[in-house]
């Protein structure tokens, strides 16, 4: 469950335009209409999640395989933008592998947050909305009877019971 500072949960609550919650039906909000982006860890499951529904990502990962997906995502997918001054912990502000190099000051966070956001409403974030609708119709195509997805895993399966 997730644990917010009064003072934070006061602010939203006032905003009159943000939801805080400790739980909310991620899947459910990833396929409605209005959901144009998602704020994401890119923990794998949340990857999966918002691709299978064609919903580009703003990912800012913490730790584990988050970075990892992160990168896949913004740089080898095209399909998101990857938050890298907002990082935090032991590794947080460390050099990433693509030559980056974090600073976490408030004045970095606010100017990446604005050109990412800048970025996301002109023509990058529209092919970026558009590479996520494709990776969804991929994913769809790959879970059909005939898809790839299905033959690899009847593949496998005859495989493995065809030797006992």
């Given amino acids: 469950m997730a644990v917010v500072p009064e003072e934070t949960a006061a602010i939203v609550e006032n905003s009159g335009i943000g939801v805080l919650s400790t739980w909310a ?3 459910l909000i990833l396929a409605h209409k209005a959901t144009g982006w998602f704020l994401t860890h890119c ?16 990912a800012w990962p913490i ?12 740089i080898t997918l095209n399909a998101g933008y990857q938050l890298t001054e907002a990082r935090t912990g032991t590794s947080g502000l460390r050099k990433l ?4 190099q974090p600073t976490g000051t408030v004045e970095a966070i606010q100017r990446e947050t604005r050109e990412i956001l ?10 970026k909305r ?11 195509a790959a879970l059909e009877e ?3 997805a299905i033959t690899e895993l009847n593949r496998l399966l005859a495989k493995v019971f065809s030797s006992h």
């Fill in 25 to 27: 039906p991620q899947q």
């Fill in 43 to 58: 923990g794998i499951n949340s990857v999966v999640e918002s691709l299978a529904e064609g919903v580009p990502m703003l």
């Fill in 63 to 74: 730790s584990g395989d988050q970075p990892d997906n992160a990168a896949l995502l913004s």
């Fill in 97 to 100: 592998k693509r030559g980056v």
């Fill in 118 to 127: 800048e970025k996301a409403r002109g023509k990058d974030g529209e092919l």
């Fill in 130 to 140: 558009m590479n996520a609708a494709t990776i969804k119709n991929k994913m769809k």
């Fill in 146 to 148: 005939d898809g790839e």
